[in-house]
């Protein structure tokens, strides 16, 4: 199967170039990697004096939108449209793959004719903090598996999770479902999933398909990040109303606090707990973000563009 690789970008940094070197040397050949640039200024200021054309000009299609046109549902739509490939691989400019197998593992988990996506498994980067790194651990667990409408009832919310940082998904049936949400502030992977699960398909987990990706946010990039999920929750009630988040960020909580204290890192537990009041925080937020005035939204949110719209 041909295979393209779609990156939105905003205000890259060299780790780029190790991206791009990383994907073109993968057991799998690449037809091309799509870099879809929010501000083409900052694109322009990375690449001044390097020899970014004559290296990857062959292989890399670069387009750039300004950031008001930016949002993470139509920024991938318009991506999409610019593939021609049988598959097309969604990353984010802070992944990488951890080893040359990625793409090959990927495809393998997207053969059956049932699924529609394969999300890979993250792993925390080298200056991951403690707790950040258990968590990775708790949503990309070292075994695989595949959701369909059938685990609903025993995974909720759960059974239609995805992730762009690094997901594979088929062409033919991305566009049966029309693909991505025209406008999202946020989740416009999991959007897609839980349509693709509710329309007969499945959803890969391939957990030996690995990329180091991890953040250590502040407890406010923690609020707003979450209020933009909140956010994308209330837009989109045929999803979420019924099956909602708190379920599963309790059971994250409790399992966190129990390895921490497991782990002699008993110390960590006061700064864990005010993380999770902030993402709570920011998450209730967003979830009434309707009935808030614009000045708190704006306050609040992670993705101030997406307002002025």
Not at 10 to 30: C, I, N, S, W
Not at 47 to 72: A, C, P, T
Not at 231 to 253: H, T, W, Y
Request: with cysteine.
């Amino acid at each position: 199967m041909s295979i393209d690789i779609i990156i939105p970008l905003y205000k890259p940094k060299k780790e780029l170039f190790a991206l791009l070197d990383a994907l073109l040397t993968q057991t799998v050949r690449v037809n091309r990697i799509i870099l879809m640039n929010t501000e083409e200024k900052y694109f322009t200021q990375l690449i001044y004096g390097s020899l970014f054309w004559e290296k990857y000009g062959d292989k890399v299609s670069v387009y750039h939108i300004s950031q008001r046109e930016f949002n993470h549902g139509g920024t991938r739509r318009m991506a999409v449209r610019r593939s021609e490939a049988e598959v097309f691989v969604m990353m984010t400019q802070d992944a990488k793959p951890a080893n040359p197998y990625l793409l090959e593992r990927l495809l393998k988990a997207l053969r059956p004719d049932q699924v529609a996506a394969a999300y890979a498994r993250q792993l925390p980067a080298p200056d991951c903090g403690v707790i950040e790194r258990y968590t990775r651990s708790f949503n990309y667990p070292d075994r695989s598996h595949v959701n369909t409408l059938a685990d609903l009832e025993r995974k909720g919310i759960k059974t239609f999770f995805c992730s762009n940082v690094c997901a594979a998904y088929k062409r033919s049936i991305y566009d049966e479902l029309d693909g991505f949400v025209k406008r999202t502030i946020f989740n416009e992977d999991m959007i897609f999933a839980a349509g693709a699960i509710k329309s007969g398909y499945a959803v890969a987990y391939a957990a030996d398909a690995e990329v180091i990706h991890s953040h250590n946010y502040t407890n406010m990039q923690q609020l707003r990040r979450n209020f933009d999920l909140g956010v994308s929750q209330a837009d989109n009630p045929q999803i979420f109303r019924s099956l909602p988040s708190e379920k599963e960020g309790k059971k994250m909580v409790k399992e966190t606090s129990r390895w921490l204290w497991q782990h002699k890192n008993k110390r960590l537990l006061p700064h864990f707990y005010i993380q999770c009041a902030a993402k709570y925080a920011g998450y209730l937020l967003g979830k009434h973000y309707k009935k808030l005035p614009k000045r708190l939204v704006m306050a609040c949110t992670d993705s101030p563009y997406y307002w002025e719209r």
